[in-house]
């Protein structure tokens, strides 16, 4: 199960400079603010293991573990000799104190359930490279395009996590673990995290 949101965005405006050829870079990062003891960044090569589940266990009932994960975005926007530019670095973690897993379910079968809550957060962070890639930012716009994307990405995340969870009932229909297994390994191989680096001129 399941996965928080958290984002950043920080602007250095310059209005002058609005009419300026706009250079966007859009980088991947593992550099945030976020506690480096408690935080993984998403690492396509690299699967979590039961030892970073730090978090205490939630009560009684058929939830075996929490995933707490998500993707966040920081932003910069400055202007030399009338050239303007805007950074966007994205990144996505998983946060060990707040993820969990109940005494005697430390299984391969329910490591692989968690480890795909932390996938669809990378393919939401990803799907929110790919669309801020393909559009046209700007000194005006850049604020609310951002937020904009960045919150069809979320509501991307938050159906994937509920379909998972909704259709293996939390992992526990094999069957339907197995089909969704196959989806995760399909959606991962069309790409990495080693690809997300972009820049754009306009």
């Given at each position: 199960?399941?996965?928080?949101?958290?984002?950043?965005?920080?602007?250095?405006?310059?209005?002058?400079?609005?009419?300026?050829?706009?250079?966007?870079?859009?980088?991947?990062?593992?550099?945030?603010?976020?506690?480096?003891?408690?935080?993984?960044?998403?690492?396509?090569?690299?699967?979590?293991?039961?030892?970073?589940?730090?978090?205490?266990?939630?009560?009684?009932?058929?939830?075996?573990?929490?995933?707490?994960?998500?993707?966040?975005?920081?932003?910069?926007?400055?202007?030399?000799?009338?050239?303007?530019?805007?950074?966007?670095?994205?990144?996505?973690?998983?946060?060990?104190?707040?993820?969990?897993?109940?005494?005697?379910?430390?299984?391969?079968?329910?490591?692989?359930?968690?480890?795909?809550?932390?996938?669809?957060?990378?393919?939401a962070a990803k799907?929110?490279?790919?669309?801020v890639k393909a559009?046209?930012?700007?000194?005006?716009?850049?604020?609310?395009?951002?937020?904009?994307?960045?919150?069809?990405?979320?509501?991307?995340?938050?159906?994937?996590?509920?379909?998972?969870?909704?259709?293996?009932?939390?992992?526990?229909?094999?069957?339907?673990?197995?089909?969704?297994?196959?989806?995760?390994?399909?959606?991962?191989?069309?790409?990495?995290?080693?690809?997300?680096?972009?820049?754009?001129?306009?």
């Amino acid at each position: 199960m399941k996965y928080p949101l958290f984002f950043l965005i920080l602007n250095s405006l310059c209005p002058k400079a609005t009419n300026a050829q706009v250079t966007t870079n859009i980088i991947w990062t593992e550099k945030t603010t976020m506690n480096p003891r408690d935080v993984i960044y998403y690492n396509a090569t690299k699967k979590l293991g039961w030892s970073d589940f730090k978090g205490v266990p939630g009560p009684a009932g058929p939830v075996a573990a929490i995933t707490s994960s998500g993707f966040g975005y920081r932003a910069s926007m400055n202007s030399t000799n009338g050239k303007g530019n805007i950074e966007v670095f994205i990144y996505c973690y998983f946060s060990k104190t707040n993820s969990w897993v109940k005494p005697g379910s430390k299984t391969a079968y329910i490591l692989t359930h968690e480890q795909h809550h932390f996938d669809a957060s990378y393919l939401a962070a990803k799907l929110f490279f790919d669309k801020v890639k393909a559009s046209r930012l700007s000194f005006a716009n850049a604020d609310a395009l951002l937020a904009k994307l960045y919150r069809e990405c979320c509501n991307y995340m938050n159906q994937i996590q509920n379909e998972y969870d909704g259709e293996t009932m939390n992992g526990q229909l094999k069957d339907k673990q197995v089909k969704w297994n196959a989806f995760f390994d399909d959606k991962l191989l069309n790409g990495s995290t080693n690809d997300l680096v972009g820049k754009i001129i306009y």
